[in-house]
């Protein structure tokens, strides 16, 4: 009966809050230790919740100690709050200040009980069910199931209605709230543990030979642990709540003193029509400051769960500074010497009529750490070209598609440069200043855009007809609805999908029919610039091969251009007219595919090409040789 | 000798489409033998059952029928209980494989141990730097207690690698274990493989869609194509003098810059008829019916798909 705080006994589960004083910066170092990488990050969210969680925690362990009795009765009935008694007095003259210490107490105690075996329960249901599967999980889901429809607190009603008022002690009705809590964390631990169970890991810890209890609680759970963290946090918030509403009804424990209990003197006192607020307020912030505590705790035990919960900070005023020093060159190895970049440009520039024009494009994510992604890159998309852009991960290749099309989100953000397209009738466009109406009329119409595993963003569950219909419906309203259905099935012809197809759902059709459609989804309005990026890594050779097939022989016929992103140069050596090789942001070298294969001059495209043997020509001298490369 | 034997090994899933039952057999009749020594690459498309062919001999897996019997150096067979120290597997996505909860040194001393090849903890971290240092992350000892997201993915596969030799295996079935990899560091860990598989004679079974890394990284090939193994012989054998209607296919569509300028509007071609029941043994140096496996359904024999409805 110590031990009441709820941060401490969230310590003992193992849980994230490992204790009082979080280290404020663990995500800076970069060798965190053990259960450091669980803690969550310091914010002034957490900070709150943590001061008001420890400030009614400590009051409960250690107010009732200071006070007097709370039940003593005094003639001096209902006083306001005095130097005698801080929060004045009941009807029956007993000192609301020693109440609150009590019933806060109590209160909190019911909390721990109702989280630590609201917890424990939808592990062993939730875990235990999700990875051993089969009989036991079909049974375990279905108890949970049941449990999760039974209304929890007319069942608390009824089941403190059977109970003897005798028998009602405080730890009856936590057990009675456990049981009626636990089914939905156990249905999402469910979820959970079925994703982890199928992961690489747990396969390899099962190759290795571990048996099965270890694998549950060695390799499983404590990946487990943020989200048992977080449903043992709210499992306390909603005990605490459940008790207090059950009390105000009469409902509650004998004896018992918790904050509903005072509410429901309260109340019986007529304290509301008394007007003395000194003695429903204490109680009622009490239960909303806790909770709410409580519930800013959760928030940053979420942010480990899903990272993308934590917002960047804006950026200060220095940030400028910042991009500065960054953009200071950085000098790659024999590169300065050996490719001098310009004169490859300036030759290129004139041979085709552009159609795009990048410029000295800088693009940075303003992080803590800000990131220089693409660097001071120029490229010149000639008319029906298409321009192969290799790289690897993290070279910037996406990231300067996406700024091309304005599709970058923050924190990504275009530092400088110019994005300028050429139409096809006249008339120059910069994209970077167009106008959010401006641009979504350009988007797709002009210029569209193929993702990397766009095969998998068609909506499961409308047919492909509709899909592509929307688009048309989007971009041109006034196209009539035999028109618009002629124009997809001519996309879908040209992609070389039967246009029979156009009634079929996504999952009807194979990964390389998908794709295609994607393709014609692109095609859909005739744009002058299409950009692909890895459009084919996700399929076999034999299937990509034919796509690859589709798309030269549509530029050929349709005579629009291409940018294709990817890493796989063999292939872009034999698709592309020209090729640029993007590493860390910056275009290393920019020339025709022919150059780059016979000659070329950065050590980074000839370590390139040099990582993918011949198919049919000698044996590489480094393949089973021995390690050229030791990375 | 042999290491691992693979005999008339056979997949079923079952599938359930509304009321009705059926099975889609995956892996129709395989076998294979490994060598001590000698790598074997499984080539083929995705669905072709060559992960599942793994799967099993990692025993992840229980075959529908056929048999996998891995043999110790004397020929006998090496039991059920000791079958985990003798085959080991590395994994295609070295993000996945590795617990992002756990530190370097679990994922190499936990295996240590359970094999029994380190005892005490002093044992143990020591046998732990020594495969770290097999697998060229050094300086060891500061390798140790990191987490895996503080690797890189090359490094990371090198982790996976040291933890499959962690029990002293002898066999080592590799499922794409650079195609999750960036380009420029996947040569390093193939090479990296192959120094460990000499300097330990492991026999491996490289699984990979990529026709040109089978061909150098590996001594024979077999080409699966919808759970049946359609061409087998030396790697270069297989690969430039390719005799089976879909290996020639595949041969066909890799990308290979050497030759440039092909049109790339010829079709790649087409699986011919009877190829469908009929399997080219290099090392014989003829063709073979099928025999026990089914033949390849015809719906499934264009990959390419078709172009015009």
Not at chain 1, 138 to 151: D, H, K, Q, T
Not at chain 1, 446 to 465: C, R
Request: hydrophobic residues 45%.
């Amino acid at each position: 009966m110590t031990n009441l705080s709820p941060l401490t006994g969230s310590a003992d589960e193992g849980a994230p809050l490992a204790g009082p004083d979080p280290d404020p910066s663990p995500g800076r170092r970069p060798r965190a230790s053990g259960m450091r990488a669980l803690v969550p990050t310091w914010s002034p969210k957490l900070a709150t919740g943590l001061v008001l969680v420890l400030g009614i925690g400590l009051f409960g362990l250690f107010g009732p100690m200071l006070v007097g009795d709370p039940n003593a009765i005094d003639s001096m009935g209902m006083t306001s709050p005095s130097g005698d008694f801080w929060l004045g007095t009941t009807q029956t003259g007993q000192d609301v200040f020693a109440q609150l210490a009590h019933a806060t107490r109590g209160s909190l105690q019911i909390g721990l009980l109702v989280g630590v075996l609201a917890t424990l329960l939808s592990a062993v249901f939730g875990i235990i069910g999700g990875y051993v599967g089969g009989a036991i999980d079909e049974g375990f889901s279905l108890f949970s199931n049941v449990m999760l429809v039974i209304p929890g607190l007319p069942l608390v009603i009824v089941i403190a209605g059977f109970v003897p008022v005798q028998d009602r002690g405080w730890w009856t009705i936590g057990l009675v709230l456990a049981i009626t809590s636990w089914a939905a964390s156990a249905r999402v631990l469910r979820a959970q543990t079925l994703s982890l169970r199928n992961r690489d890991y747990v396969a390899a810890a099962r190759v290795a030979g571990e048996k099965r209890w270890r694998v549950v609680s060695v390799e499983i759970l404590p990946n487990l642990l943020p989200l048992l963290a977080s449903q043992f946090v709210f499992a306390i918030i909603a005990g605490i709540l459940a008790e207090a509403g059950l009390s105000f009804l009469g409902l509650g424990a004998s004896g018992s003193q918790t904050l509903g209990t005072m509410l429901y003197f309260a109340q019986n006192g007529f304290a509301l029509q008394n007007e003395a607020w000194w003695w429903f307020v204490p109680p009622g912030a009490v239960i909303a400051l806790f909770g709410c505590g409580l519930a800013l705790i959760n928030f940053s035990i979420d942010e480990i769960i899903n990272p993308k919960l934590r917002v960047p900070k804006p950026p200060k005023g220095d940030a400028a500074e910042a991009i500065e020093v960054a953009v200071a060159p950085v000098p790659i190895e024999g590169a300065a010497a050996e490719a001098p970049a310009a004169p490859g440009v300036v030759r290129v520039e004139k041979r085709r009529d552009a159609v795009l024009t990048v410029k000295d494009l800088n693009v940075v994510y303003r992080t803590a750490q800000p990131v220089h992604a693409v660097k001071d890159v120029s490229i010149t998309l000639g008319r029906g070209e298409i321009l192969g852009l290799a790289g690897e991960s993290g070279s910037g290749k996406t990231t300067l598609a996406y700024a091309i099309n304005r599709l970058h989100r923050p924190p990504a953000e275009v530092a400088s440069g110019s994005v300028t397209f050429h139409d096809r009738d006249g008339g120059d466009l910069d994209l970077l200043t167009l106008g959010d109406e401006e641009l979504r009329r350009f988007r797709w119409a002009k210029l569209s855009m193929v993702f990397q595993g766009a095969m998998n963003s068609l909506n499961p569950v409308i047919t492909i007809n509709e899909q592509l219909d929307d688009v048309l419906t989007t971009h041109r309203p006034d196209m009539p609805r035999a028109e618009r259905r002629a124009r997809c099935e001519e996309v879908l012809h040209l992609v070389g999908v039967d246009p029979a197809r156009l009634g079929s759902f996504p999952h009807e059709l194979s990964g390389g029919m998908r794709q295609r459609v994607m393709i014609a989804m692109a095609m859909l309005l005739d744009p002058q610039v299409m950009i692909m990026d890895e459009p084919t890594t996700a399929l076999d050779v034999v299937v990509q091969r034919g796509i690859l097939r589709e798309i030269i022989r549509l530029r050929d016929e349709l005579g629009f251009a291409v940018v294709f992103i990817t890493h796989d140069l063999p292939m872009l050596l034999e698709l592309s007219d020209r090729i640029a090789v993007m590493r860390a942001g910056e275009i290393v070298e920019y020339a025709e595919a022919d150059q780059i294969y016979d000659n070329p001059t950065h050590p980074y495209t000839r370590q390139l090409l040099e990582s993918f043997p011949s198919l049919t020509g000698e044996r590489g001298a480094f393949i089973r040789t021995g390690e050229r490369t030791p990375r | 000798m042999t290491a691992l034997e693979v005999r008339d090994l056979v997949k079923d899933y079952p599938i359930r489409s509304g009321l009705r039952r059926s099975t889609l057999r995956a892996v129709d009749h395989v076998s294979f033998t490994l060598t001590p020594g000698r790598t074997v690459a499984l080539v083929g498309e995705s669905g072709s059952g060559k992960s599942t062919v793994a799967k099993m001999i990692a025993r992840l897996e229980r075959p529908t029928g056929g048999e996998i019997v891995a043999l110790k150096d004397d020929g006998t067979p090496v039991s059920d209980r000791e079958y985990r120290d003798h085959v080991q597997m590395v994994f295609q996505d070295p993000f996945a494989s590795l617990n992002p909860f756990h530190t370097i040194e679990h994922h190499l001393a936990r295996p240590l141990r359970l094999h029994g090849r380190a005892k005490g903890a002093d044992d143990t971290r020591r046998q732990v730097e020594q495969l770290l240092e097999r697998v060229n992350l050094t300086p060891a000892d500061t390798m140790a207690p990191r987490r895996p997201h503080e690797l890189s993915g090359g490094q990371r596969q090198r982790v996976a690698i040291a933890r499959a030799l962690a029990p002293g295996a002898q066999v080592v079935v590799a499922d794409e274990p650079v195609s999750m990899l960036d380009v420029s560091i996947r040569l390093g860990v193939l090479n990296l493989l192959a120094r460990l598989q000499r300097e330990d004679d492991l026999a491996v079974l490289y699984i990979t869609h990529d026709l040109a890394t089978a061909r150098h990284f590996s001594d024979d090939i077999l080409v699966m194509y919808r759970g049946h193994v359609v061409e087998r012989g030396p790697a270069d054998d297989v690969i430039l003098h390719p005799r089976h209607s879909y290996t020639k296919l595949l041969a066909a569509a890799a990308p290979n810059p050497d030759e440039r300028g092909r049109s790339l509007a010829e079709s790649p071609g087409a699986i011919s008829q009877e190829d469908l029941t009929r399997t080219y043994d290099h090392y014989a140096g003829e063709w073979r019916p099928f025999g026990k496996a089914a033949p390849i359904a015809k719906a499934l024999a264009d990959p390419a798909g078709t172009r015009r409805g």
